[in-house]
């Protein structure tokens, strides 16, 4: 995209960048290439991300993805009638991925990490533009820095190495973002289109991430809110670019008045414009809207939220719980410095990421009180917004640590004494996300091991061997490693996924399973060690069927308990 390799603030219709430039203060020649900014960053996650990327165990949510896609296109449709419609985008954009590359750790996750490769590379070229935009010394830097701390968080590597459809969430998050400052700037609907494309899709990926619209309404509500408060009062005698004074000071943190960031006004007209491409997005978006709904029942499992999860989001956020303290202290410089949120600025570096960060956490922890919905990876999509402030808040103490030390001195020693702090916040964010990243990597690091309950039924099951899942939840266990599992007779099964367009299948009545049981010697059940919701839990029905036989073994992995029960002295 031509916004990608190009300097907005270069462009000709822009009369406001020509008159107030960003304050790189940098000879032209040695300031990073823009290539370099976008490129930089997204190869560095391509390393970080795509090392041991097969090294976890899948766990049930990729195996929803195995078992979602792999069966074909007309039957994905069909199932979404009846499950999963939220995931119907991703499920559809996997069948072939699946089809050709099967369903090896590799396969199934390489989608995320180039997604995510994307989007970090996105997030270099959005903070550099909106540095540009805040009128931010450094601005290139503060782009790189923010495509580098993302690439480094460990969250980042977690969603990378997952096949699931949060890492695209975040890059078409990041693109909608970036195609919103593109349209503001630049005449004719093209734009728009593209930015109502974008939001489409990225809420086709995630449904709570259409809470994006809600923050980007916010960002232009405070750019014209402030445009509105500058052009009521009258007009300085110096021209409205108030060319008596530079157009900014060399002091970090402030701003100039001359108008939007943006280059000119948030105008009644781009925001209807920005209207009417919502409602586009939302028209294409209410079907799966609407099913959604009417499926809401899949989110049983939700648990309302407690403090811990407020700290847990935070420190992933931060890229570890000691982390978040450093990521606060260098956020809230990065929301003031240059334009920031003040009257004038326009669409700043601020004014977009803190509704982008803010508002979805806040929202959907407020509403999960009384209804619960809130998910950490459901709002994975706000994460690039604190990266793009806290990398404006190091630039800037930087730049601060800067000035004071060469008021004192001067030659080596103040080169050496202005980049310590910058240095040992550095350091400290390297030596607290190594462990965290180590962690991510290891086999039995989500939720479930299904690799491991695999082996072992592999090694312990016998011809004639049945299993019963209590309840049918629980067959999603037997779905990414199904091997071993299609060598047992499944008791419980009253009719397969693909036909009952289901993705686990319709269970049989105890009463069925009954008239299964005989002539059954040994019977695996699966169950969950801590059911989050009542149809999760072992019917008792399915359970009194079991008495008559004695348990010969049990393994309890992570979270699910596997049992092996037989019949007589066997």
Not at 176 to 187: E, G, I, K, N
Not at 411 to 428: D, T
Not at 485 to 508: F, H, M, V, W
Request: hydrophobic share 50%; aromatic share 6%; net charge positive.
């Amino acid at each position: 995209m031509r916004g990608l390799q190009s300097d907005p603030a270069a462009a000709p219709d822009r009369p406001l960048a020509e008159a107030d430039p960003a304050p790189d203060e940098r000879p032209a020649g040695r300031q990073l290439p823009g290539w370099l900014v976008v490129a930089l960053p997204a190869l560095v996650e391509l390393v970080v991300g795509g090392y041991r990327i097969s090294g976890p165990s899948f766990w049930r949510d990729e195996a929803y993805t195995i078992t979602g896609s792999q069966r074909p296109a007309s039957a994905i449709l069909a199932m979404l009638a009846h499950e999963d419609a939220f995931h119907g985008l991703y499920l559809l954009l996997m069948h072939p991925v699946i089809a050709i590359w099967g369903t090896s750790e590799t396969a199934l996750r390489l989608p995320s990490l180039i997604a995510m490769c994307a989007a970090v590379g996105l997030t270099a070229a959005l903070g550099r533009r909106l540095a540009r935009e805040s009128a931010l010394p450094g601005a290139p830097v503060i782009g790189l820095i923010a495509g580098l701390l993302l690439a480094a968080l460990p969250v980042t590597t977690r969603y990378a190495q997952e096949g699931r459809p949060y890492a695209l969430t975040v890059l078409f998050a990041v693109l909608a973002t970036y195609l919103l400052v593109q349209a503001v700037t630049r005449p004719g609907w093209r734009w728009w289109a593209l930015y109502a494309a974008a939001l489409a899709v990225t809420g086709f990926l995630d449904l709570a991430a259409g809470l994006l619209i809600a923050a980007h309404g916010i960002s232009l509500l405070l750019a014209r809110r402030a445009v509105r408060a500058d052009s009521a009062g009258p007009v300085s005698s110096s021209g409205p670019a108030n060319s008596s004074r530079p157009a900014n000071s060399s002091v970090p943190g402030t701003a100039s008045a001359a108008g939007t960031g943006t280059g000119r006004p948030i105008s009644g007209s781009v925001l209807r414009r920005w209207l009417v491409a919502c409602a586009a997005a939302a028209i294409v978006l209410s079907p799966v809207a609407i099913l959604s709904f009417l499926q809401k029942d899949q989110l049983d499992w939700v648990q309302p939220p407690q403090w811990s999860d407020v700290v847990t989001l935070l420190s992933e956020f931060a890229g570890a719980t000691s982390l978040i303290a450093v990521a606060v202290v260098l956020a809230v410089p990065g929301c003031i410095a240059g334009r920031g949120l003040r009257r004038g600025g326009g669409l700043t570096l601020a004014v977009i990421a803190l509704p982008w960060l803010v508002l979805a956490p806040t929202l959907m922890l407020v509403v999960s009180i009384v209804h619960p919905v809130y998910v950490d990876r459901y709002i994975l999509y706000c994460l690039p917004a604190l990266v793009l402030m806290t990398s404006a808040g190091l630039v800037w103490l930087v730049r601060l640590t800067g000035q004071l030390v060469t008021r004192r001195w001067t030659g080596r020693r103040a080169a050496v004494l202005s980049v310590v702090p910058s240095a040992a916040l550095a350091v400290l964010f390297a030596s607290l996300v190594i462990s965290p990243q180590v962690a991510i990597r290891q086999p039995g690091s989500r939720a479930d091991n299904l690799r491991l309950l695999a082996s072992i039924v592999a090694t312990h099951e016998q011809p004639g061997d049945a299993i019963l899942y209590l309840p049918r939840k629980t067959a999603v266990i037997g779905m990414a490693y199904a091997a071993p599992y299609s060598k047992l007779r499944d008791i419980g099964l009253q009719e397969a996924p693909i036909p009952s367009n289901t993705l686990r299948g319709i269970p049989a009545t105890p009463s069925v399973v009954a008239a299964r049981m005989p002539g059954v010697r040994r019977i695996w059940t699966v169950e969950w060690l801590h059911p989050l919701a009542p149809d999760s839990e072992p019917p008792a029905a399915l359970v009194k069927l079991l008495a008559p036989m004695h348990m010969v073994g049990s393994w309890q992995i992570q979270s699910v308990l596997l049992c092996l029960y037989a019949v007589g002295s066997h």
